[in-house]
């Protein structure tokens, strides 16, 4: 990280206590929360008890020496922004990675204060992404914020680079947490030959770079998020990837400072510390927006560990990817996913008859999947049941897959074509008025 | 002289501050950093060190800060304007505050200061007066708000003089009250006082005896809250705590209905400043939010105010209550408040006690809880303050803290249960988890049957014994196959789906359905209960099902008709007409008591004989009271009356 010493920044060098993560230093006219670099490396003020300043450094404190030298910076950690940002990445300091230039432009303090709620508008525009799983079934709405929530075997990074693209967004803001270097590559690579670099910007912490480093990628993210979305009206997508990476060097330092740990050895304050980020999910009155997809890995698709559970508390809704061995695909479950927001948008900015062809496809799926708890049982079919599942299987290969790509317009005439091969319209249960103008026999 | 004091310590939100003056608990300060005057709550005090936590962010805090203390505990600013406000945690009006983002060190004043209203004097020049004893009314929006001796006033005063109607600003004196040393108060329509403290400005505080009308039938009809009980609403995420809560302050027969809105999500604060300004209320014909106050600190607002905004809204409460009125406050979620208790016990290195919760935990919770209830004023008026929090338990864990402690102080339990919300069964409250100890509570009892029915009672804990042996049942039919059971236990199994889909489920977004009176409830549940208590004769296991739903879908349009509507009518014509169909018309009772007989003795050697036994005994005490009237009142069901009902009754005991 390049750092100018300028004539009225403080300089120390006698450190008296060193710990894994932080140094202590007698150091005074020092502010809390203040950056600081120790022998090169930055850190953060993270406790001031009279004279003695604690220091947390972010890389580790391996090989620091009691007499290395430590330079107050006299701010709290910024992010230059500008639209230089865009179509490249940076570290979690907000410096470019890869040796190229300096970014010009304005700098402001990540981690800002939060939105008035009475200027907040009620988020109302549709995000189309081309997956049936998605739109028909739980519609993203700028503004929203949510989680896949996905074990670490599925290809959540995949479909999320997938949504990003598609997604009529002005900006992808990225914030790679703990990200393995091929999915750092990968990312990179799609967005490249998707064309779409310009519209990209991202804050990268790898397995390479030190864990408690990811703390600050979110904040650098979102940040540039505000900026595009405040000052510049633009409709943003955060992408954060992966969550409980994050909350896992949150624990990591609340461990360190020898906090309590409450359930799942996590620190009390997880839902405030993941609440502050997700919130910052946005639709300002000026028509710019963020919207925040994240990940939250798994562990054995424990939704009731603290991680994904606060999660769920904070955020509107989650989408679980499931293996459908039937079909071999990867779809969006229909019973475990939920947009919260998608009352909003569906049958008023898409079709009228949205919300009723959705809800009867996922409870004829429902129908379907109680067959196959019979099935298995050992009990007999009837002629409904298995119809059902005929139906749950073509529905499962044509709508729940995330390889599917169209318009809602599309999806909806698909799930008729379903509904005509398989049921009656009584057995449907659509409103007449749409069965008549919609339904079409085969 | 004001105590000031320099900030020795910094460790994220809480912060240690030296001083030589004197310092109060939970007393106010602020901390001087440049230009932003920073509030802060005295929390603990060793010495000369007071540890203070601050409302705000600590970012760029420096040792050697001055810090101002104020001398007082953090007060809310009582008098006309609270209502239709949005309020922080701390009562700033957030539409006072400038720019799209909160300002850190930004305080707003709750009231408008310049606004003129209408007085109208309620005592007199040499009236004996004290706390919370009228002096005057002014209207706000619809309500009229009393001006009240201030809650602070200790001892007898009286009236020395009182202004006249008339137009008058919030800050002009409307009354001067002298004390017994003669020393002279000047009132003006405002007060403060400090929020941690309960206002007992009130002469009695009975047990709940009258029931709260909601309108939301799982909670009316199954598990009734009473007028100044408590209660709350555990829930994982996704099961519709929110929607819940929502239906409630659309709904429930309050004068005013205060929302804090506690470490949840900002959109979902949104929604209630969106939506509510638009829906009508369904009491006043007016807009809802004419009658709402908002105490919004999302999630990612501060913490330490989280802590304060669920006790601002209590005292609010009180404030409305003290005007005898009748207040509904909601709370979402009390975890997130309890959590805000345990990062800062945290911070000050206190021992935790279970899940890192401070240890007094369960003290602080019932402690809240205690400031709701039903009152009597000085002056033989009411007032109520119904409470009703959710939890949002870790993982859908009941068995945890938060959820255990405010299971000790609330008096009505609703469950969400996680499988009705998939199943999209809604409200998702599970009401045999759900209990109300209300329901236990003589004086209410005798409340409900004075004033909603005679058989009320009766007929409630009948819905509630169908709906434990349809789940019973169930059980059995899942492990043994559809076939494997006798017919019986399919009629079983509908019979307990029929109460859950006419009476449980409810629709909150169709207008008829989202509010049902209790005339209605009970005519309802009258009739759901009476075709249950019927016998129905059927060949195959796939006919019961098929007849049910037919059943239950005429009688969800009646739910879906306005009451005794022409249309109403039609359909419970329907559903008289489909019950005729397969219903076993009973002769006498001695072959109902064999028909018990019958069914007691399938069931043998299952292990719910013994829960079945006893119910079907009360069964038949009740079975027969029940024919007594029932002929009766089936030719002239409107007609009745609680009186003649009662009478019969009687007839019917001393038989």
Redo the contacts between chains.
Sequence with gaps: MEQDTKAFQRVYTKLFQLTKATVSLHA???????LAIVDGRPAQV??????IVTLQVFQGTEGIATDAEVVFTGK?PTLKVGDDLTGRFFDAYGSPMEGSKEIMGKEI?I?????????????SEFIATGIAGIDLNNSLVT??KIPFFADPDQPFNQVMAMVALRAKADKIILAGMGLTNDDYLFFKNIFDNAGALDRIVGFINTTENPPVERLLVPDMALSAAEYFA?EKNEKVLVLLTDMTLYADALSIVSNRMD?????DSMP??L??DL??LY????Q??DGGSITIVAVTTLSGGDI???IP??T???T??QLFLRKDTDVGKVIIDP?RS?S??KQLVIGKKTREDHPQVMNAAVRLYADAANAKTKLE?G?DLTEYDERTLDFAKAYSEKLLAIDVNIEVEEMLEIAYQLFAKHFSHEEVGLRQEYVDKYWKEN | MKTTGKI?????NLV?VETEGTVAQNEICYIKHGDEHLMSEVIKILGKKAYIQVFE????????TEVEFTGHMLEVTLGPGILSK?FDGLQND??K?E??????GEYTYPLDVKKKYEFKPLSKKGDSVKAGDWLGEVTENWIPHKIMVPFKFNGNFKVKSIENKGKYKIEDTIAVLTDDDGKEHKVTMIQKWPVKMPIKAYKDKPRPFKIFETGIRVFDTLNPMAEGGTGFIPG???SGKTVLQHNLSKNAEADLVVIAAC?E???E???I??EFPELDDPRSGRKLMERTTII?N????P?AAREASVYTAMTIAEYYRAMGLRVLLLADSTS?WA??L??MS?RMEEL?GQ??YPMDLPAIISNFYSRAGFVYLNNKETGSITFIGTV?P????LKEPVTESTKKAARCFYALSQQRA?SKRYPAIDSLESYSKYLEYPEIIEYLNENIDSKWTENVHYAKDTLLRGKEVFEQINIL??DGVPIDYHIKHWKAELVDFVILQQDAFDKTDASSSFERQSYMLEKVVDTCKMDYEFDDFEEVGAYFKKVINQFKQMNYSEFDSDEFKKYEKAVEKTLKERRVEKDSDKDEDKAEEKSKEKKAAKPKEEDDGKESKSEKQKDKKDKESKSEKQKDKKDKDSKSEKQKDKKSKDK
């Design positions: 005074t006219g020092v502010g809390n929360d203040e993270v406790k001031i008890m009279d004279d709290a303090e981690g800002a204060p939060s939105v008035n709620p009475v200027r907040r508008k009620q988020p503004g929203q405040m906090q309590i740990p409450s359930k009390g304050s839902y405030s609440a502050r919130e910052k999910a946005v300002f009155p009731t560990h603290a559970d606060n769920g508390y904070i509107e809704g019973f939920l919260r927001l049982n009990f | 020795t310590g910094i460790i994220a240690i962010s600590t970012r760029g805090l420096m040792v050697g949005n957030l539409d505050m720019g799209v983002f909160l300002k850190r994982p995420f996704g470490g999500r900002a959109n604060v949104v929604e400043f969106t919004a999302t999630s990612n607002m913490v997130r959590q805000a345990r990062e945290n935790p899940d890192g949002s870790a993982g859908g864990n998939d196959g559809d």
